[in-house]
Structures are given as C-alpha cells and as structure tokens.
C-alpha cells in the first residue's frame, strides 16, 4: 500500500522559509517512472478549503497556484529504488500561507491535478503556521 509522510512543518514569521517532505513509499513501481502520475502538494487554511499548492506530472510538468508562484518551489529525489522524496521550498512566507500542508499522489491521473482533490493517496498533513 502507497504511504506518505510529510514532514518539515513549524512556525516562522512573515518572510521565512521552510521547506517541507513528502516521504512516498510502499509502491511497486517508483513514482516517477510510472506511465502516468500526478503528485503534489495541497493546503487547507484554518476555516478555509483545501487547495492545489503544487504539482508535477508524469510529463515532467511542475504547476503551481498563482498565490505561489514565484515563491515556492517543487524537488524531488529518486535515488532511492524504494523510498521517493518530494520537497516542497517555500520563500517569502507570508500569514495567508499558513494551512495543513497535505502530499498527495494518483497514479492513473494524466495532466495537472492541481484541482483535482480525489487523488488516491493522501499523507496525514503537517502544520506550517506563518506570523505578521
């Protein structure tokens, strides 16, 4: 079964940076070498709904939301046969941007999934609270 654990939350003020984890393993397949993927990163903000943050494509792709861009910045690490790492760098933190991150991941979706919340797999979400 697909498991991912996000990691690299916290607490910083206005004009920090933090980058988060997303540690994806459990797969037969290595995420980014199957025919079709779509993994990422989303938010929910206290009282607000979730939304797409970031996202890369099994074309390589990375999307962004317009409140990010510019800022934040998608990695990943596929050295590993059995353990896959997607990084989230977030620059320039601003309060609006403070949310649950979520990582998440469908391995039958073609194209941008950054609207797309029924992805298959979901991590548990880690806190990142940004202060003015």
């Known amino acids: 079964q697909v498991k991912l654990v996000e990691s690299g939350g916290g607490s910083v003020e206005s004009g920090g940076s933090l980058t988060l984890s997303c540690e994806v393993s459990?797969?037969?397949?290595?995420?980014?070498?199957?025919?079709?993927?779509?993994m990422g990163w989303f938010r929910q903000p206290p009282g607000g709904e979730r939304e797409g943050v970031a996202v890369?494509?099994?074309?390589?792709?990375?999307?962004?939301?317009d409140s990010v861009k510019g800022r934040f910045s998608l990695s990943q690490d596929n050295s590993k046969n059995t353990v896959y790492l997607l990084y989230l760098q977030m620059n320039s933190l601003k309060p609006e941007d403070t949310a649950i991150y979520y990582c998440a991941a469908d391995f039958a979706f073609y194209g941008n999934c950054i609207n797309y919340y029924g992805m298959d797999f979901w991590g548990k979400g880690t806190q990142v609270t940004i202060s003015s």
């Open positions: 890369i494509d099994s074309d390589g792709t990375k999307n962004y939301a």
């Open positions: 459990g797969y037969t397949t290595r995420p980014d070498t199957a025919n079709t993927y779509c």
